[in-house]
C-alpha cells in the first residue's frame, strides 16, 4: 500500500487543534487500544467529545500525506488473519469481542460516567423517545457492541485492507452518524484538492466519507483518500465500472463491475453501495414519475436491464458479492436505485418494492456474515418520513437505515443542505443511524471545501438534534454546558463548545471587534448592555440573595 | 405623516424585480382592490406566487423612501372611519367582509383554479395532515376569511395609521407566515440599514417584519420603516419606554408604557407584543432554571414586579391597554415572557404557567373586538415541540400561534438560522401560523444585510417546508414544476421557480461558466455528463418510446 506519487508538494490541510481542545486516548481493557477522543477546555473544567478529525488535529503526531497515516488496525487485523470467518459480523455471532468493538463501545461513551460525575449540577435532561427503539440509558459496553453487531442492528465498516481507519459503529442505538460525499467529477475537481476535502470533512464532523469520483484518476485519487482517511471510505463501484466501459451503460456486465470490486476491495474500501434490489419488473413502476430515476446506480442498471432484456446483474449474483465482501470484511450498502427525486414521487410503488427486495439480500448477506446498512431517501415530504422507517424496520430486520436527507421541499436549490438537515433531523429522530449529507451545491454543481464545511455542519447539527430527541444519554450535556456559559458571559467557552468555534467568534467579534475581554463583556452587539435579558436574570437573582440574606435573621 | 429628514440621499435599496418574473395585481369582486402577485415566467407557461415585496419589484412604480409608498388603504379606511368599533374583528363579528379580508383571500389563493387547470398534468399532490387543523381544499374564499377572523382563529394586522401595508393574514388554515425581526441597538447599525433591511427582508419573503430598536432614534427608526414596508409592521413598545426611564426597569410604570404604545399606535404599528401574562407568581418558578428568563420584556418585567412587589402592571391595566388597540385596529401578540432559552429549561412550569394566563387575556381581548396572536417558543428539542401546540391550542381557544423557531439544539452558534428552521418547519407542520425567524448572528450579535436574507430564506424554506407537509392545496405545485424543470434540464426555469434564483444560478455557473446555453446543457458539474442519471433516464424513456414504434406492426 503505497501510494503513488501524485500529490503536490503543497497540501491545503489544516492541522491546527480545535480551539481550546486537546486530543485524548482513552485506554481499552480488553485489547491493547488507545481511543481518540477530543477535550475541550473549560473555565475550571473540561468536557470530553467525539472526535472524527483523526490524527490531523494532535500536534503530537507527524502526518506525510506522501506516506499515508497512521494504520493503527495493522495488528489486531494481523493477530486474526489466520481465522476463517473473520469479519465483524462472524467474530460477533462467535461471542467474540473485536478490538474494533471495544474501540467503538469506549468512543460512543464519551466518558459518560466521569462526565455526569463533572457536571451533576448540570444533569437535567429530557428523556427523549425514539420511536421503539429505547437508547440504552447507561455505558455502552463492548458487550452490548458486539450483541448489536451480531443481530445485524449494527455496523462497524473496517476493510482489512484499510487500517488508517478509526473504527465507528452505525446502528440506531447509537449516536447518530454523517458521511460526507466527496470525489471528483469529469467536469471539474483534482486530486490534491479531494483529499484536502477529505480531511476537511472529518475534522469538521464526517463519520465517513464517500469517494464518490466519477473523473480521472480515479483509483488513484481513492488510494490517497483512503490511506489519508482516518475514518471508514465507502464508494459505489459502478461509477468506476461504467468508466471502464466508456460510459456505456449497456457494455456493463458482471464481470466488469466484480474487477472493479476486487480492485477496490484490496485497497481498502470499507463500505460499498450496491444496488442489487432493482429488479427489471421494478423499472415500469417509474414511469410514470415526475423525475424518473434519480440515483446514477440505479438509472445506469435499470438501463442495463432494458436494453438486455436480462435481471440485474447485482440481484442474481449478489451471492458471488457477499463472498467478495466476507473475505475483506466489506460492508454492504444496500442501495435505493429507485429513491424519490421530487417531492411527487416519494413513497411511491417503485421506492417500496425495491425496499422489499432489499430485506431479502440482507438476510442473503447476513447468512454470509457480512454486515449490511439499507440505504433511503432521497426527497420526501416531512409528513411522509415517518413511512419510510417504518417500512424499512419491517422489510430489513432492524437492519441500520442510512438515507440521503431526505430533502423536505424541491424549491431551494443553493440551500438544499437545509431543507434537507429539516429531513435529516425528523428521520434521525425517528431511527434513521446515518445521514448522507446534502451540500448547499446539490442539484448544481460539485460542492468546493467551503460547500464541504457547510454540508458537515448542517449535518452535525441534524444529527446532535436527532440525538436529543431520542434519547441519547449524553447528548444534552454538551447544550447544558454552552448554555450555562452563555448564561454566564463566558463567551471563550460558548465558542469553543459550538460546533463551529472559528465561526461563532468571528460573528461575535463582527461588532465588537475587541478581542481582549471576550469573558468579561456582559451582552453582545444584538441588545447591547441594557437590553439583555440574562444580564436582567442575573441582576434579578443576585438582589433575590441579597433579600435573603437582609431576611436572615429573621 | 411625515418621514422626518433622516435619509440619505443614497440608499442600498435594490428594485430589480425578480430573474424572469412580473408583477401583476388581481382585481376584487367586492371591493376595488388591486392584489398584488408575482408571476414566474416558464418555458411556454407562467406560475403565480404569493409576493411580499411590495411595489419596490414593479418598475412601473416610483418609489421615493423619502415620501413613502403608496398608501393603498387610505381610502378603505376612510370610508369605515365614521363607524365605531371598526375593527377587522369587529366587522367580521358583524358579518362584514372587508377590503382586507377581500385581498387576503385573492392573495392566499395564488390564483388555484387557474394554476391547476393550467398545470393539470402536474396535479400529483400528496395529501399533508396537520393535527386536527384541516386544510381548505378548495379555493379561499373572503366569507372563509371573514369567518376565520370572526372565530379568533386568525389575524389580519392593520393598524388605521399604516395604510401602505399590503394585506395579510395569521392564522394555521392559511400560508405559513414569517416573520424578521430588524432595528439597531445601542451598539451598532444606523436608521438608514434598518430601512434598507427592511425593504430587503420583504423582498426574500418576510410576511412582517418586526423593529426591535434598543438604540438612538428609535421613533424615527420607526417612522421611516412604516412609511415604506409593504407588510405589517410589529414592535416591543416596552424597549421604547426603557430607554425612556434611561434602562432602569424599576422606574417604569403602566403611564410611560402607556404614553409609548399611543406614540407607536398613532405612528402605525400593526401588532404588539405585550408580556402581560408573566405574573409574579411565576417568577419564582424560573429560579433553577439553567438560563433564567431569556425574553428581553420578560426580565424587564420580572425585575419591576421583584422590586415593587406588584402584579405585573401589564396584567393589571390589560383592558386599558386593549382599549388603545381597539381604536388604532392594533393586533396584539400575548408574548411569552417565560419562554426557554436552551434545551434543559423547555417546556417547563413557568412556561406553561404563562400561557393558561395568556388564555385568559385572549379571551379579554376578543370581548373587546380585539385580534390577538400567542407568542411561543425558543429553545424546544424536537420530541416535546408538539405538545407546545396542543397545549397553546388548549389553553388559547384556537388563537393563532407565532413561534420563535424553537431552536433545537443550543451548541450550533453561528447556524441557529438552520437549527431553529429545523424546528421551525416542525412547529409550523403541527400548526404554527407565523414563524419569527433566526439569523445566523443569533445569540452572537445584531444581523447585517446578509444575515438578514439568510435567516429570510432559511424560514421561508420551513414555511414551505411546513406547508406541504400540512396539506396546503396549492403548495406543492412549484416543487413540481421545479423539479419538472430540473428533469427536462431547464435550468432558466428551475433558477428561477427557487427561492433564491440568482444563488442557485450563481451555484450553477461556478463551475461551468459559460451562461450561453443554460437550457441546453443536460447535467451539471456535479455528475458530469456520463454521469446524470435524469439523463440516462430520458434516454431510456425515449428508447421505450422506440421500441413500441417498433413494436407496433404487432
Known amino acids: 500500500m503505497t501510494i503513488p506519487n501524485i500529490l503536490g508538494p503543497k497540501s491545503g490541510i489544516t492541522r491546527d487543534p480545535f480551539p481550546g481542545s486537546r486530543k485524548i486516548y482513552v485506554k481499552g481493557n ?3 487500544i488507545n481511543v481518540a477522543m477530543r477535550e475541550i477546555d473549560l473555565e475550571g473544567d473540561r468536557l470530553t467529545v467525539y472526535d472524527t478529525s483523526g490524527p490531523y488535529t494532535d500536534p503530537e503526531r507527524t ?9 493503527l488496525r495493522s495488528p489486531w487485523i494481523r493477530e486474526r488473519n489466520n481465522n476463517e470467518n473473520n469479519t465483524q459480523l462472524a467474530l460477533a455471532r462467535k461471542g467474540i469481542i473485536s478490538p474494533e468493538m471495544e474501540y467503538v463501545a469506549i468512543r460512543e461513551n464519551q466518558q459518560l460516567q466521569l462526565m455526569r460525575e463533572r457536571f451533576r449540577s448540570l ?10 427503539i429505547p437508547m440504552p440509558e447507561g455505558e455502552i459496553t463492548p458487550e452490548f457492541v458486539r450483541q448489536e453487531i451480531a443481530g445485524g442492528r449494527a455496523m462497524i465498516p473496517a476493510n482489512k485492507n484499510h487500517p488508517e481507519s478509526e473504527p465507528m459503529i452505525i446502528g440506531p442505538k447509537f449516536l447518530v452518524k454523517i458521511n460526507a460525499n466527496i470525489g471528483n467529477s469529469a467536469v471539474t475537481s483534482c486530486l490534491e484538492e479531494e483529499v484536502e476535502k477529505a480531511v476537511w470533512a472529518c475534522r469538521w464532523g464526517a463519520d465517513t466519507i464517500m469517494d464518490l469520483s466519477t473523473g480521472k484518476r480515479i483509483h488513484d485519487t481513492r488510494e490517497a483518500i483512503l490511506r489519508n482517511s482516518p475514518v471508514p471510505v465507502g464508494t459505489v463501484p459502478l461509477y468506476q465500472a461504467l468508466e471502464k466501459v466508456k460510459g456505456k451503460a449497456e457494455d456493463l456486465s458482471w464481470q466488469v463491475v466484480k474487477e472493479t470490486i476486487l480492485e477496490q476491495a484490496e485497497q481498502g474500501v470499507d463500505y460499498m453501495t450496491v444496488h442489487a434490489g432493482l429488479l427489471i419488473d421494478h423499472v415500469p413502476l417509474t414511469d410514470n414519475r415526475l423525475t424518473g430515476i434519480v440515483s446514477r446506480g440505479g438509472s445506469v442498471l435499470a438501463k442495463w436491464c432494458k436494453a438486455h432484456q436480462e435481471e440485474n446483474f ?126 448547499p451545491k446539490e442539484h448544481l454543481g460539485l460542492p468546493s471545501k467551503k460547500d464541504v464545511k457547510d454540508g458537515v455542519i448542517a449535518y452535525k447539527l441534524a444529527a446532535h438534534v436527532a440525538d436529543l430527541a431520542k434519547g441519547h444519554p449524553v447528548a444534552q450535556l454538551r447544550d447544558n454546558l454552552l448554555s450555562k456559559a452563555r448564561f454566564e458571559f463566558r463567551w471563550k467557552d460558548q465558542f469553543n ?12 467579534h463582527e461588532n465588537l471587534p475587541d478581542r481582549s475581554d471576550d469573558k468579561e463583556k456582559p451582552y453582545c452587539s444584538m441588545c447591547g448592555p441594557d437590553f439583555c435579558s440574562m444580564k436582567a436574570t442575573s441582576e434579578m437573582r443576585s438582589q433575590k440573595i441579597k433579600d435573603s440574606e437582609e431576611e436572615a435573621p429573621c
Chains 1, 2 share one sequence.
Open 123 to 132: 444533569a437535567r435532561f429530557h428523556k427523549g423517545n425514539s420511536f421503539g
Open 63 to 71: 502526518v506525510d500525506i506522501h506516506q499515508g497515516i497512521d494504520r
Open 314 to 439: 447485482l440481484y442474481t449474483h449478489f451471492e458471488d458479492l457477499c463472498d467478495i465482501a466476507a473475505q475483506y470484511d466489506i460492508g454492504l450498502s444496500l442501495g435505493d436505485g429507485l429513491r424519490p427525486g421530487c417531492q411527487a414521487d416519494a413513497n411511491d410503488q417503485a421506492q417500496f418494492a425495491e425496499l422489499a427486495v432489499l430485506g431479502e439480500l440482507t438476510q442473503k448477506a447476513w447468512s454470509k456474515d457480512i454486515q449490511v446498512i439499507i440505504e433511503g431517501p432521497g426527497h420526501v415530504p416531512l409528513h411522509l418520513i415517518q413511512e419510510n422507517v417504518a417500512l424499512q424496520r419491517k422489510h430489513c430486520f432492524d437492519a441500520p437505515f442510512y438515507t440521503l436527507g431526505p430533502i423536505t421541499t424541491d424549491i431551494t436549490p443553493g440551500y438544499d443542505h437545509i431543507s434537507s438537515a429539516i429531513g435529516a433531523a425528523n428521520i434521525g429522530w425517528y431511527g434513521a443511524s446515518m445521514l448522507c449529507y446534502v451540500t
Open 497 to 508: 463548545l459550538s460546533l463551529d468555534p472559528e465561526t461563532a467568534s468571528e460573528y461575535y
Open 30 to 32: 480488553l485489547h491493547k
